[in-house]
C-alpha cells in the first residue's frame, strides 16, 4: 500500500479534477440555465482529471511547487519497488514503467485482435454485435499505435540512450517523468471511452463519422492530443540529450547506430506530432462548439481532415520503425562479431527517411478525391523512400556477410526482422503504385503489408532489442531454449497469419468489417487459426521473461562481449550511471580491429585505469 | 569467392522468382478495361520485385550456411576496409530501379488507367481525369452515385431512371459522378479494380469501361462494396453490378422506365 501511495494520491486528484471540470461545471452552467454538452463535459473533465492526476502522483510535490516558490518535497530516495509508482526521474526507472505500461497494452491490444479473429473465422455475425466489431478494432488500431510509437522511444529509448553515450541522466529529467505520466490517463481514456459509447471511426477518426458517432470519440481524441503531448516532450528530451549530453570523444560518428535512429525518430515526433493534434482539435470543435470544419450539414470539407492527419501520420510510422531500424542493426553488428557495414551511408538512410516522410503523405489518399495532380508526385516521392531504407537493408546486409554469425535469440529476431521488413516494404511499393492501389486501398492487401512492417518489422525489432538488453536492464538471464522456441513459433504464426492477407486483400476483402463475401472464407478460417497460435507464442515469451526475472540466472556485466559502452558497466547499472564520465577513444564496433577500443571507463575520483 | 556464391545464388533464385511472377494470374474476376491496366500493373511489380526478394534471401541463406560462427561468442573476423564502391554502386543501382518504377509501371499505369496521355498527369484540374479523350455526345454513360448510410443509389439522368442495382451495358465509357449524402464512404467494384471516396459536398468522378458481361449472382466481385469505414452497417454497404450486353440494358432501361 505504502508502495502505491503516490498513485492512489494521484487516481484521487485525478477523479476530483474529472468531477470538478466536468460533471460539477456542467451541473453549475446547466442550473444558471446554460446549456452544456455532455461531449463538452468529457473532454473538460477528462483534461481536467490528468492535471489532477499528474499533481497527485507527484508532479505538484517534486517539481510545481517550486514554480511558486514553495520548498520541494522529494519523495524518499529512489531505491527499491517503490520508485517504479512515483514520479521518479531516472531515466531506467522511467524506461521500465514505459516498458511494462506498454507491453501490457500490447498484450491488451493482441488480445483485442484475437476477438477480431474469432469473429472473421466465419462469414455471418457470431461473437460481437457489427457495432462491437467496430468498437474493439478501433481500440486494437489505437492501442497498437499507441505502443508503437512509445515502447521503443520511450522505453528502450529512455534505457539506453543514456547509457549508451555516456551521459547520467536525460537532458531534462522531470520533462522525462511527465512524458511517461501523461501516459496512463492516455490508456485510462482509451478504455474508459467504452462506459460511453465508445467510438467506431478506427484510430484514423475520419470526419464527419468521428462527428456524429458516441460520446467515447472525445475521449478518444483528448487521449490523443494528450499522447501526443508526451510524445512531442520526449522528442525534445532525446534531441537535446543526444546533442549536448555525449561523453567526452563520443563524436557523431561514434554514436551507436541506434542512438542516431532515436535521433532521427524524435526528429520527426517534434516535428510533425502537433498536426495530428490540431487536426484532432478541429473534429473536437465541430463537435463541441458548432464549428464547421468538417462537418457535412453545415458545408464543411472532410479531405482537409485526411491531408492533415497524414502529414503527422505517414511521419509516425518512421517514428515507429526507425529505432526499429536502430536496435535491429544494434544488434546484427554485435551478434555478427564485425563493424556495421557501410555506417556513414545506414546514417545518411536514416535522415533521408526523416527529410522525405513530410512530403509522402497523400498517398494515404489516392482515392480520397483529392486533386488528380496530386497523384503523380506523391507516388514519386513515395516510392523514392525505397532508396534511404534501401541503405538500411545494405547495412544489414553488408554485415552479414562479413560476419561470423552468432545465432543467439536476439540474432534470431534480427535475422526474422530483415525477412518481414523484405516483405512490408516491397508490398509497400504496390500501395504506393497507384494503378494497383486505387484497387488495394482500404483492402486485406494494406492490412498484410502495415503489420509486414509494423508487428514483423517493428516488433521483431523490439522483440531482438528486448532480448539483447533484458540481462542489462533485470540483471538477470532468460531461458535461451525458450528464447528460440519463442521466436520460431512467432516467426512461422506471423507469416502464416500475415501472408496470406495479401491474398484475401486483392480478392476483394476491405478493411474494417465484421463481415465478408463467403468465398473469401477458408483463407479467413486460416488466417483466423494462425492468429491464434500466433498470440499463444506470446505466452512463452511472457511466461520466460517473468520467471527469468524473478529466478533466472544472475547475469554478467557484459554476457555478450559486446563493445558499446552501456554494456561497460554493472548489469544493472548504478543509479548514477558511471562512476565518472567516460573516455569516449574510438569506433563503437570495434569488433575484430586490433587495438581498438570504444571507450575507458574512469573511476570516481577523476583517475583513469 | 564471396561474391560468387552470392551471385550465383541470385541468378538461380531470381530465374525461379521471375518464372512464377511473370506467370502470376491469381487475380479476382476483371471485368473492366481498367481492371487489365491494374492486373498488369500488379504483376510487372512482382516481376521487378522478384530479383530484390532474390537478393535479400541469397544473402540470408549464404550467410546463414557459411557464416555461422563457432564459440560462445564467435571469434571476430579480422576486419577488412570496406571498399567505397559497393555501397556507391548500391546507391546507384537502388536509385535507378526506384527511378524505374516510378516511371513504369508508376507514371505509366497511372496515364493507362487514366485513358490520358503521360503529359497530362499533372495538368491543374479540378477532381477529373483532366485530357481524356472525348467522346461523341451520347458516347459516354453517365452514372450519378449517392452513398448515404447504409445504402448505394444510382442515377441515370439521361434516361430518367434510378435505381439500387448498378447496371451498366458492355463496352461504352462510363463516367460516374458521385457524392455522400451524409458521412465519408468509397465506391468500389473489384472488378473493376478502381475506388473513389464519396464525400459530403463534393462531388468525385470515376470513369471505367466494363469490357465483360457478368452479374453478383456470378462474382462476388461484381459488387459496389463500401471501402470507406462508415459505422455499424458498413461491412453490408454493397450493391449488386451486372453488366449486360448494350440490348440487354436498353430493354432494362425501358423496363425501369415503365415502373
Same mark, same amino acid.
Given at each position: 500500500?505504502?508502495?502505491?501511495?503516490?498513485?492512489?494520491?494521484?487516481?484521487?486528484?485525478?477523479?476530483?479534477?474529472?468531477?470538478?471540470?466536468?460533471?460539477?461545471?456542467?451541473?453549475?452552467?446547466?442550473?444558471?440555465?446554460?446549456?452544456?454538452?455532455?461531449?463538452?463535459?468529457?473532454?473538460?473533465?477528462?483534461?481536467?482529471?490528468?492535471?489532477?492526476?499528474?499533481?497527485?502522483?507527484?508532479?505538484?510535490?517534486?517539481?510545481?511547487?517550486?514554480?511558486?516558490?514553495?520548498?520541494?518535497?522529494?519523495?524518499?530516495?529512489?531505491?527499491?519497488?517503490?520508485?517504479?509508482?512515483?514520479?521518479?526521474?531516472?531515466?531506467?526507472?522511467?524506461?521500465?514503467?514505459?516498458?511494462?505500461?506498454?507491453?501490457?497494452?500490447?498484450?491488451?491490444?493482441?488480445?483485442?485482435?484475437?476477438?477480431?479473429?474469432?469473429?472473421?473465422?466465419?462469414?455471418?455475425?457470431?461473437?460481437?454485435?457489427?457495432?462491437?466489431?467496430?468498437?474493439?478494432?478501433?481500440?486494437?488500431?489505437?492501442? @497498437?499505435?499507441?505502443?508503437?510509437?512509445?515502447?521503443?522511444?520511450?522505453?528502450?529509448?529512455?534505457?539506453?540512450?543514456?547509457?549508451?553515450?555516456?551521459?547520467?541522466?536525460?537532458?531534462?529529467?522531470?520533462?522525462?517523468?511527465?512524458?511517461?505520466?501523461?501516459?496512463?490517463?492516455?490508456?485510462?481514456?482509451?478504455?474508459?471511452?467504452?462506459?460511453?459509447?465508445?467510438?467506431?471511426?478506427?484510430?484514423?477518426?475520419?470526419?464527419?463519422?468521428?462527428?456524429?458517432?458516441?460520446?467515447?470519440?472525445?475521449?478518444?481524441?483528448?487521449?490523443?492530443?494528450?499522447?501526443?503531448?508526451?510524445?512531442?516532450?520526449?522528442?525534445?528530451?532525446?534531441?537535446?540529450?543526444?546533442?549536448?549530453?555525449?561523453?567526452?570523444?563520443?563524436?557523431?560518428?561514434?554514436?551507436?547506430?541506434?542512438?542516431?535512429?532515436?535521433?532521427?525518430?524524435?526528429?520527426?515526433?517534434?516535428?510533425?506530432?502537433?498536426?495530428?493534434?490540431?487536426?484532432?482539435?478541429?473534429?473536437?470543435?465541430?463537435?463541441?462548439?458548432?464549428?464547421?470544419?468538417?462537418?457535412?450539414?453545415?458545408?464543411?470539407?472532410?479531405?482537409?481532415?485526411?491531408?492533415?492527419?497524414?502529414?503527422?501520420?505517414?511521419?509516425?510510422?518512421?517514428?515507429?520503425?526507425?529505432?526499429?531500424?536502430?536496435?535491429?542493426?544494434?544488434?546484427?553488428?554485435?551478434?555478427?562479431?564485425?563493424?556495421?557495414?557501410?555506417?556513414?551511408?545506414?546514417?545518411?538512410?536514416?535522415?533521408?527517411?526523416?527529410?522525405?516522410?513530410?512530403?509522402?503523405?497523400?498517398?494515404?489518399?489516392?482515392?480520397?478525391?483529392?486533386?488528380?495532380?496530386?497523384?503523380?508526385?506523391?507516388?514519386?516521392?513515395?516510392?523514392?523512400?525505397?532508396?534511404?531504407?534501401?541503405?538500411?537493408?545494405?547495412?544489414?546486409?553488408?554485415?552479414?556477410?562479413?560476419?561470423?554469425?552468432?545465432?543467439?535469440?536476439?540474432?534470431?529476431?534480427?535475422?526474422?526482422?530483415?525477412?518481414?521488413?523484405?516483405?512490408?516494404?516491397?508490398?509497400?511499393?504496390?500501395?504506393?503504385?497507384?494503378?494497383?492501389?486505387?484497387?488495394?486501398?482500404?483492402?486485406?492487401?494494406?492490412?498484410? #503489408?502495415?503489420?509486414?512492417?509494423?508487428?514483423?518489422?517493428?516488433?521483431?525489432?523490439?522483440?531482438?532489442?528486448?532480448?539483447?538488453?533484458?540481462?542489462?536492464?533485470?540483471?538477470? @538471464?532468460?531461458?535461451?531454449?525458450?528464447?528460440?522456441?519463442?521466436?520460431?513459433?512467432?516467426?512461422?504464426?506471423?507469416?502464416?497469419?500475415?501472408?496470406?492477407?495479401?491474398?484475401?486483400?486483392?480478392?476483394?476483402?476491405?478493411?474494417?468489417?465484421?463481415?465478408?463475401?463467403?468465398?473469401?472464407?477458408?483463407?479467413?478460417?486460416?488466417?483466423?487459426?494462425?492468429?491464434?497460435?500466433?498470440?499463444?507464442?506470446?505466452?512463452?515469451?511472457?511466461?520466460?521473461?517473468?520467471?527469468?526475472?524473478?529466478?533466472?540466472?544472475?547475469?554478467?556485466?557484459?554476457?555478450?562481449?559486446?563493445?558499446?559502452?552501456?554494456?561497460?558497466?554493472?548489469?544493472?547499472?548504478?543509479?548514477?550511471?558511471?562512476?565518472?564520465?567516460?573516455?569516449?577513444?574510438?569506433?563503437?564496433?570495434?569488433?575484430?580491429?586490433?587495438?581498438?577500443?570504444?571507450?575507458?571507463?574512469?573511476?570516481?575520483?577523476?583517475?583513469?585505469? | 569467392?564471396?561474391?560468387?556464391?552470392?551471385?550465383?545464388?541470385?541468378?538461380?533464385?531470381?530465374?525461379?522468382?521471375?518464372?512464377?511472377?511473370?506467370?502470376?494470374?491469381?487475380?479476382?474476376?476483371?471485368?473492366?478495361?481498367?481492371?487489365?491496366?491494374?492486373?498488369?500493373?500488379?504483376?510487372?511489380?512482382?516481376?521487378?520485385?522478384?530479383?530484390?526478394?532474390?537478393?535479400?534471401?541469397?544473402?540470408?541463406?549464404?550467410?546463414?550456411?557459411?557464416?555461422?560462427?563457432?564459440?560462445?561468442?564467435?571469434?571476430?573476423?579480422?576486419?577488412?576496409?570496406?571498399?567505397?564502391?559497393?555501397?556507391?554502386?548500391?546507391?546507384?543501382?537502388?536509385?535507378?530501379?526506384?527511378?524505374?518504377?516510378?516511371?513504369?509501371?508508376?507514371?505509366?499505369?497511372?496515364?493507362?488507367?487514366?485513358?490520358?496521355?503521360?503529359?497530362?498527369?499533372?495538368?491543374?484540374?479540378?477532381?477529373?481525369?483532366?485530357?481524356?479523350?472525348?467522346?461523341?455526345?451520347?458516347?459516354?454513360?453517365?452514372?450519378?452515385?449517392?452513398?448515404?448510410?447504409?445504402?448505394?443509389?444510382?442515377?441515370?439522368?439521361?434516361?430518367?431512371?434510378?435505381?439500387?442495382?448498378?447496371?451498366?451495358?458492355?463496352?461504352?465509357?462510363?463516367?460516374?459522378?458521385?457524392?455522400?449524402?451524409?458521412?465519408?464512404?468509397?465506391?468500389?467494384?473489384?472488378?473493376?479494380?478502381?475506388?473513389?471516396?464519396?464525400?459530403?459536398?463534393?462531388?468525385?468522378?470515376?470513369?471505367?469501361?466494363?469490357?465483360?458481361?457478368?452479374?453478383?449472382?456470378?462474382?462476388?466481385?461484381?459488387?459496389?462494396?463500401?471501402?470507406?469505414?462508415?459505422?455499424?452497417? #458498413?461491412?453490408?454497404?454493397?450493391?449488386?453490378?451486372?453488366?449486360?450486353?448494350?440490348?440487354?440494358?436498353?430493354?432494362?432501361?425501358?423496363?425501369?422506365?415503365?415502373?
Amino acid at each position: 500500500m505504502r508502495v502505491l501511495a503516490p498513485v492512489l494520491k494521484g487516481i484521487l486528484y485525478g477523479v476530483v479534477g474529472y468531477v470538478l471540470g466536468g460533471p460539477a461545471l456542467a451541473a453549475l452552467v446547466r442550473t444558471l440555465g446554460g446549456s452544456f454538452p455532455f461531449d463538452l463535459e468529457l473532454a473538460m473533465g477528462s483534461v481536467l482529471g490528468t492535471v489532477g492526476w499528474l499533481a497527485g502522483v507527484g508532479m505538484w510535490d517534486v517539481w510545481a511547487r517550486g514554480w511558486f516558490g514553495l520548498p520541494l518535497r522529494h519523495w524518499p530516495e529512489e531505491e527499491g519497488l517503490g520508485r517504479y509508482f512515483r514520479f521518479t526521474t531516472d531515466h531506467k526507472v522511467i524506461g521500465i514503467q514505459y516498458l511494462v505500461t506498454f507491453l501490457g497494452l500490447f498484450f491488451l491490444g493482441g488480445l483485442l485482435a484475437l476477438l477480431m479473429r474469432w469473429e472473421l473465422m466465419q462469414p455471418g455475425q457470431q461473437l460481437l454485435t457489427w457495432n462491437g466489431f467496430n468498437q474493439v478494432m478501433s481500440l486494437h488500431g489505437i492501442l @497498437m499505435i499507441a505502443v508503437a510509437v512509445a515502447i521503443f522511444l520511450g522505453g528502450l529509448g529512455n534505457y539506453c540512450v543514456p547509457l549508451m553515450i555516456g551521459a547520467r541522466d536525460m537532458a531534462f529529467p522531470r520533462i522525462n517523468a511527465l512524458s511517461y505520466w501523461l501516459t496512463p490517463p492516455v490508456a485510462v481514456m482509451l478504455l474508459g471511452s467504452l462506459l460511453v459509447g465508445g467510438w467506431d471511426s478506427g484510430w484514423t477518426a475520419y470526419p464527419p463519422l468521428s462527428e456524429v458517432n458516441a460520446p467515447g470519440q472525445v475521449l478518444m481524441i483528448v487521449a490523443v492530443v494528450i499522447f501526443g503531448l508526451s510524445s512531442i516532450l520526449g522528442g525534445i528530451n532525446f534531441l537535446v540529450t543526444i546533442a549536448r549530453l555525449r561523453a567526452p570523444g563520443m563524436t557523431w560518428d561514434r554514436l551507436p547506430i541506434f542512438v542516431w535512429s532515436v535521433f532521427a525518430a524524435s526528429l520527426l515526433s517534434f516535428i510533425f506530432t502537433q498536426y495530428l493534434a490540431a487536426s484532432l482539435l478541429m473534429v473536437l470543435l465541430d463537435r463541441v462548439a458548432g464549428m464547421s470544419f468538417f462537418h457535412f450539414a453545415r458545408g464543411g470539407t472532410p479531405v482537409v481532415y485526411q491531408q492533415l492527419f497524414w502529414f503527422y501520420s505517414h511521419p509516425a510510422v518512421y517514428i515507429m520503425i526507425l529505432p526499429a531500424f536502430g536496435a535491429a542493426l544494434e544488434v546484427l553488428t554485435h551478434f555478427a562479431r564485425t563493424p556495421l557495414y557501410a555506417y556513414r551511408w545506414v546514417v545518411g538512410g536514416f535522415l533521408g527517411i526523416v527529410g522525405l516522410s513530410g512530403i509522402v503523405w497523400a498517398h494515404h489518399n489516392f482515392t480520397s478525391g483529392m486533386p488528380d495532380w496530386m497523384h503523380a508526385p506523391m507516388m514519386a516521392t513515395t516510392e523514392a523512400i525505397s532508396v534511404p531504407t534501401g541503405l538500411v537493408f545494405l547495412g544489414a546486409l553488408g554485415t552479414l556477410v562479413r560476419g561470423q554469425l552468432w545465432l543467439k535469440t536476439p540474432m534470431l529476431f534480427a535475422l526474422g526482422w530483415v525477412w518481414n521488413f523484405l516483405i512490408g516494404g516491397i508490398t509497400g511499393i504496390f500501395n504506393a503504385d497507384v494503378a494497383t492501389d486505387l484497387h488495394l486501398h482500404d483492402t486485406y492487401f494494406v492490412v498484410g #503489408h502495415f503489420h509486414y512492417t509494423i508487428m514483423g518489422g517493428e516488433i521483431f525489432a523490439l522483440l531482438a532489442a528486448l532480448y539483447y538488453w533484458y540481462p542489462k536492464i533485470t540483471g538477470r @538471464m532468460y531461458d535461451e531454449r525458450l528464447g528460440r522456441l519463442h521466436f520460431w513459433w512467432t516467426f512461422l504464426a506471423f507469416n502464416a497469419t500475415f501472408l496470406p492477407m495479401f491474398w484475401v486483400g486483392l480478392h476483394g476483402m476491405n478493411r474494417r468489417i465484421a463481415d465478408y463475401p463467403a468465398p473469401l472464407a477458408g483463407v479467413n478460417f486460416w488466417i483466423s487459426i494462425a492468429a491464434f497460435l500466433l498470440g499463444g507464442s506470446f505466452l512463452v515469451f511472457l511466461y520466460n521473461f517473468v520467471v527469468s526475472w524473478v529466478r533466472g540466472p544472475q547475469a554478467e556485466a557484459n554476457p555478450w562481449h559486446a563493445s558499446t559502452l552501456e554494456w561497460q558497466v554493472p548489469s544493472p547499472p548504478p543509479v548514477e550511471n558511471f562512476p565518472a564520465p567516460p573516455a569516449v577513444v574510438g569506433p563503437p564496433y570495434g569488433y575484430g580491429m586490433a587495438g581498438v577500443r570504444h571507450a575507458v571507463l574512469g573511476v570516481a575520483g577523476g583517475s583513469e585505469e | 569467392m564471396r561474391a560468387g556464391a552470392v551471385v550465383g545464388l541470385w541468378a538461380v533464385l531470381s530465374a525461379l522468382f521471375l518464372g512464377a511472377a511473370s506467370r502470376f494470374g491469381a487475380f479476382p474476376l476483371g471485368a473492366a478495361r481498367e481492371a487489365e491496366v491494374a492486373d498488369r500493373a500488379f504483376r510487372f511489380l512482382m516481376v521487378l520485385a522478384s530479383p530484390v526478394v532474390a537478393a535479400v534471401v541469397s544473402v540470408l541463406v549464404y550467410a546463414l550456411a557459411t557464416r555461422r560462427g563457432r564459440g560462445d561468442p564467435p571469434e571476430a573476423p579480422a576486419y577488412v576496409p570496406e571498399h567505397p564502391a559497393v555501397p556507391r554502386a548500391w546507391f546507384a543501382l537502388t536509385a535507378a530501379l526506384c527511378a524505374y518504377v516510378v516511371y513504369n509501371p508508376g507514371l505509366v499505369g497511372l496515364a493507362e488507367i487514366r485513358g490520358v496521355p503521360l503529359g497530362r498527369l499533372v495538368a491543374r484540374g479540378r477532381y477529373a481525369a483532366v485530357g481524356l479523350p472525348q467522346l461523341p455526345p451520347g458516347g459516354e454513360l453517365v452514372v450519378r452515385v449517392r452513398a448515404s448510410r447504409w445504402f448505394w443509389q444510382f442515377e441515370y439522368p439521361e434516361q430518367g431512371v434510378t435505381s439500387r442495382d448498378l447496371v451498366l451495358p458492355v463496352g461504352r465509357r462510363v463516367r460516374f459522378e458521385i457524392t455522400s449524402t451524409d458521412i465519408v464512404h468509397s465506391f468500389w467494384v473489384p472488378a473493376f479494380r478502381t475506388k473513389i471516396d464519396a464525400v459530403p459536398n463534393l462531388t468525385t468522378y470515376l470513369h471505367v469501361t466494363p469490357t465483360r458481361a457478368g452479374s453478383y449472382e456470378q462474382s462476388v466481385d461484381l459488387r459496389v462494396q463500401c471501402a470507406e469505414l462508415c459505422g455499424v452497417g #458498413h461491412a453490408l454497404m454493397a450493391s449488386p453490378v451486372r453488366v449486360v450486353e448494350p440490348e440487354a440494358f436498353e430493354a432494362w432501361v425501358a423496363q425501369q422506365a415503365r415502373r
